[in-house]
Every structure is written in C-alpha cells, then in structure tokens.
C-alpha cells in the first residue's frame, strides 16, 4: 500500500482506516475527508496515480446497497462538502453532497418550499441519496429524484471535474450526466454537489387510510381510483406476509359493517356539494374502536399565525392502501370526499369486513422510508398487477420459508419493495426473487441484502438489458475500474 504521506494533498484531511470504515468485510487503507471540490479533485487524481480502488461515503448507510465492493484502499469521506446555497426566488438549491438530507429540508421549509422527494433512509446526505437513486411514494405526482435534479458537479477517477446543467431550471448546457450518476452507487465519479429544482410547500395535506379485505378489493379500489380526477400525490400499498386477525364483530358473531360516507348532499338548485365528514373510528389492535379524530375548526388568521400541530397518523399494521393529497384546503375537502365516495362502489365481495377509512392531515411516522435493517428487494411490475405481485411475493416468503416480510410501494408505478426482517433465509429471498424474474414483465433487484444473503450466491440484478452497453459507459468514465469495484452489475 501507498504510504500515507504519497497520499497528502492539501485541503485533505488524511488518516488510516479502522474496523469503523469497513466497507463490507473491507477495512480500507486510508479514509480522506476533503474540505471542498477542489481537494476532492486532488486526491482523486493521486489515487489514480497510484492505482488505488476508490469508494465514496456520506454518513455510510448505504455503504450495503448493491453488490459487495471487491476492493477499497482509499475511503472518500464527503461529510467535508457540507453547504447550501438556496436560491429562493428561482425555486432552486444547490448543496454540497455531504450535507445531511434533513439539513437541507429544514432550510427550504423555512422558505416555504420544498425537494419534492421521500427519502427511503434515515441520516443519509445529498451525495447518498442521488448516488443510490431511490424515489419515494410521492413520486407519482412531481416525479423521481433523477427529474428534480438540474445540475451535478462530480469528480472523475482521473480527478478531472465534470459538470452538467447548472443552477436554472431549462439549463441544458453540455450533457445530461446527471441521469447517469443518479443510482450509478458512486461507480462513475464521486458527487461533489447537486443543483435540484423545488416546488412550494402545499398548502394543506390529507392522508386516506384504506384497510384492505384482499387483494381483489386493492384492484377494485385503484381501478376506481383511476377513473376520478382526484390527481393524488401518492397511492401507497402495505402489505405484510402475515395478515393480522380479522376485524372485531358484534357479540353475535358477525362481522361489523363497512363504514362508507353517504352520497355528496345538494344546494338549493341541485348542484352536488362536498359532504364533510369526520373519518369513521379506527379501531386498536384488540379490535375495540377509538374515537373518530374530528377535523378542526375553519382557520381564522390567528389560526395561521400560529396553528396547533397535528397530531401524527397512528401505524397500520394489516394491508392498506394509503392516498396522500396535497393542496388548497377547500380543494382538499372535495377530493377526500371523492375518495371516500369511490369506496362505496370498490366495497369487498370477499374475506373478512376490514374497518373503515381514516383521514388523517399529516404523513404517518417513517413514511418513505425502508428498514434500516435486513434485505430489501425493489420489485418491478406492470402497475395493474401491484396487488397481485405483493400478495404473490408476501406469500411466498412467510409459506415457503416461514419467515417476516413486508411488501411496500407506489401501487400506480408499478413500484414495489419487499423487505425481509434481519436475518432472513438466504432461500427466501433467493426463491422470493427467482419468482419474480420468472414472470413476464416483472423484475427484482437487490437494493441491499446481508452478508448470508451475498455469500449464498444471490444474484442482485438478474438479467440487465443494455448491459454491453453500461459497460462501455463504464469504461469512458472509470477505464481502471477503480471506483467501487463489485458494487454495480457484472463490470456496469
């Protein structure tokens, strides 16, 4: 290995590495923590130099997403290039990749605008969250994170600074390199900053709670969906392998009905108007039933100036559909109600009656985000096959293997992630993600999966079309190969 002092470049904090910096089984020779792009630069052109394999880290989790790097001499620390520039009344902010996700959501709530994404890790940075390229639900309205993004400085192997777009929304200087970086897992160049277009922060939020019967009540339910107007920001499925105990029912024995709004009332000439109705009660996990959460009173302006904080959306634990709408709160009003009314037509004709549907003005506690631990599989479907693929997969893992899975995802995207609980059989998610490439039009790739789970020999990306092509892509940026080795597909 190179000694330390070949290593030094100014600006760059340099020191060995520990058992703390292991990337897998790996303890890298050195970790470097640059200060800015520049001392980034500088040692990414010295350890080119010396032929160093290279792996570039925010605040490490997701060291495990991808395949298992085969070398890492060098570490590059990014928690150096930590920085925001926020450029309000252009609806535009570019932060260093080291710069925790949170700090840059505080910023741009301040200002009342926001980096329309759902990060799926907690504690994660900039750099991290493009580099694994992951959208959340909400993708479904302002789109995936590669689409926000409107420029991108990065770092080659060679040290040669590459950037694309710029700090304007319609910039389309030089090529759009972005696209390939976002999920490249740091394997084409280490991001030093990122350049994203924001929207405004809505005006108010509503949340649908729909427990689920079966999966044909969840096709029912979206087609319905479907056929409204209602333009939701996000329609989100949880579905775990093992299905809690049916409803509660009455001291007889039978089922309690389904709680569905009555149809919109009319003024005096006719016209339908919004009917504004409390959700129905939820009920706990003994089946008791919990007191309806009533909507606040119209806000005045002393409400506005200083409005009481919602209370946070309680778990669901059974399937469900969750519809996430974002808008004015007149407008809101029409569209939960809608969503209500489609409920009455989507009722289900099979299983146990579930409880009725809750609204709730605030996201639920961890929305978006993955485990931190465990296996996770991102699961590929036409989207009116969602509900099929997450009872098939569901299913499959706690049948076959007895073991905990929870399948999640974006119903209308096709979108799907199934997450196993640590320490899961290898065979699970092997057999769990052979089903899904064996159907036509569906795909599974491991996003992260754990040590036993890689030494089985699990396959993390199955067949890639355009792979000879990626190759080559790879070779233009990286000819040595020396950027996180292993991490992406066969060389990719």
């Known amino acids: 290995m190179t000694p330390a002092e070949k290593l030094e470049v100014e600006g760059c904090a340099l020191r060995k590495g520990t058992a703390a910096d292991a990337v897998g089984a790996l303890v890298p020779g050195y970790v470097a923590r640059p200060a800015d792009a520049d001392a980034l630069a500088r040692i990414m052109a010295v350890s080119g130099r010396r032929g160093l394999t290279v792996v570039a880290r925010g605040h490490g989790t997701g060291m495990d997403w991808g395949g298992v790097p085969r070398s890492a001499d060098l570490v590059v620390d990014t928690g150096g290039l930590s920085w925001i520039d926020h450029i309000a009344g252009d609806l535009v902010v570019e932060a260093g990749a080291g710069t925790p996700v949170a700090d840059l959501f505080a ?6 605008q926001r980096l329309s994404v759902d990060p799926v890790r907690e504690g994660g940075t900039v750099g991290g969250m493009v580099a694994t ?6 993708r479904l309205l302002t789109g995936a994170l590669r689409d926000l993004v409107i420029g991108m400085t990065v ?40 350049a994203f277009r924001l929207h405004p922060l809505p005006p108010a939020l509503r949340v649908v709670t729909i427990p ?12 319905a969906l479907r056929a409204t107007t209602v333009v939701p920001a996000a329609v989100e499925l949880h579905w775990p392998a093992r299905l809690p105990p049916p409803p509660s029912t009455d001291a007889s024995g039978a089922a309690q009905p389904h709680r569905l709004p009555p149809p919109p009332s009319t003024d005096a000439s006719g016209a339908a108007q919004p009917h504004r ?8 996990a003994s089946g ?9 009173p119209p806000s005045t302006d002393a409400d506005r100036t200083a409005p009481a904080p919602p209370s946070p959306a309680a778990p669901h634990h059974g399937p469900c559909l969750r519809v996430v709408l974002e808008g004015t709160p007149e407008g809101l009003e029409a569209r939960t109600a809608t969503v209500l009314s489609v409920l009455s037509g989507a009722a289900p004709q099979e299983g146990a009656v579930p409880p009725g549907p809750r609204v709730d003005r605030e996201l639920p506690a961890g929305w978006g985000l993955l485990p931190s631990e465990g296996t996770v599989v991102r699961v590929s479907v036409p989207p009116a096959e969602s509900a ?14 007895g073991t ?14 199934v997450s196993f609980a640590p320490g899961a059989p290898a065979g699970a998610v092997a057999d769990t993600v052979a089903g899904a490439r064996s159907r036509p039009g569906w795909s599974a790739t491991l996003l992260r999966a754990e040590p036993h789970v890689h030494a089985a020999g699990v396959d993390p990306w199955g067949e890639i079309p355009g792979l000879p092509l990626m190759r080559a892509v790879r070779d233009s940026f990286d000819p040595g190969r020396r950027l996180a080795p292993g991490r992406f597909a066969d060389g990719a």
Do not use: C
């Open 388 to 401: 099929e693929a997450a009872e098939a997969l569901g299913a499959l893992a706690s049948r076959a293997h």
């Open 212 to 223: 689920l019967a079966s999966r044909g009540h969840a096709e029912r339910i979206t087609a």
């Open 288 to 296: 008791a039933a919990q007191p309806a959460r009533l909507p606040p």
């Open 155 to 194: 770092v080659r192997a060679d040290g040669v600074v590459a950037r694309s777009g710029g700090r304007v929304v319609k910039n389309v200087a030089g090529y759009d390199l972005a696209k390939l970086h976002t999920g490249g897992l740091g394997t084409l160049g280490v991001i030093a900053s990122v």
């Open 133 to 138: 390229g992951v959208s959340g639900p909400r």
């Open 107 to 112: 910023v741009l709530e301040a200002a009342g």
């Open 277 to 284: 109705l409390p959700p129905p009660p939820s009920t706990d």
């Open 404 to 417: 905990d899975a929870v399948v999640t995802g974006s119903v209308p995207r096709g979108a799907l992630f």
